[in-house]
């Protein structure tokens, strides 16, 4: 499979489990519980390599004074320069990794194929799997995952799959009954916006919950395509983005959408918050775009970028963005008078 292709958007563009499970699960008996190839990724630790912030990466986020990225072939790396320099943790299993997540500076989890659930305590030095495939009876992949704190999380994926934990992951319980999702269709991100939680995903699912996620709801969206993420303006207003250049802005709690043009067609994959408030948003062909401050229009950002699949602020105007190239930093204009407006 091509590295440029994004694994978020694979999930909605692919048919068939196959491609979408990476471990290779085996039944020998049908009274005994699956077993697994002792080659099989989710028993085979992480490739360590000798240029890990090349690798493909698909996400990236905030750890205390570090920043965490998590990729393909179960790579993790850390910086603690604002991604100058990056090294690789020894991470258990080697399947892609899409997401991940630091409620505190040291509590930390990341997701991905095969039902992969990973926790590290320290940072992300170090990591231990908590879930895969066989504890939760699916080898689906996770596509986001959200924690409140360092015990209450998230995560949600691939064909309607949703798992919910009280304990810090020790425990896992399905959450599906919870999203109103019949067709079960692929939920591509979750995040807060306020006192509200939101999830987003295949052709134009939106859910938000009032109650810490205990119960979602339906959110009807202008925009029936994929929404590969969610971004948090102020409370009851957020930007959701996906395929085909789509960028929509959520106001009045969803009583009211507005689209926002940026001139670019292509699949918008990742997306960061800025301290002061806009959003930069990225796709897979090196195209980005800024928002102003209320999230109700976006500019160009002038240059030839990287593939942006996820992003981190790590200071005033400096970017760390992770794709299919690897971290890259970038600087952006202190306005947007310095972007092009479309």
Known sequence: ??????????????????LLTGGAFALVDPGQ???????????TSATMGPRP??????????????????GEGGIIIRSFDNGGIWTQANVPVSVTLTAVTFPTAQRGWAVGHSGV?????????????QADGLDVGTGDPYLDVYFSDQ???????????????????????????HVPNPDSNHLYGIAPAGSVLYIVGERGAIYSSMDGG????????????????VSAIREGEVLVYGLRGHILRMQDSGKAWIELKTG??????GSTKLSDG???IGDQAGDLVLGDTDGKSFSTVRGKWPPMSGGIEVSTRDVVIVGAKGAALIHLPISNAGVVQR
């Open 1 to 18: 499979m091509p590295p440029s292709i994004n694994y978020r958007m694979l999930i909605g563009l692919v048919a068939g489990s196959a």
């Open 33 to 43: 519980p699956p077993k697994l190839d002792p080659l099989d990724p989710l028993v």
């Open 53 to 70: 912030a090349s690798s493909v990466l698909l996400a990236v986020a905030r750890a205390g004074r570090g920043i965490v990225a998590v």
């Open 117 to 129: 659930i990973l926790a590290t305590t320290d940072g992300g030095a170090t990591w231990r799997k």
């Open 151 to 177: 015990s209450n999380g998230f995560a949600v994926g691939a064909f309607g799959l949703i798992v919910h934990t009280r304990d810090g992951g020790e425990t896992w319980v399905p959450w599906q009954s």
């Open 214 to 229: 205990e119960t979602f709801v339906p959110v009807k969206c202008l925009y029936g395509g994929s929404l590969f993420g």
């Open 264 to 269: 670019v067609d292509i699949a918008w994959t």
């Open 278 to 280: 806009r959003v930069l």
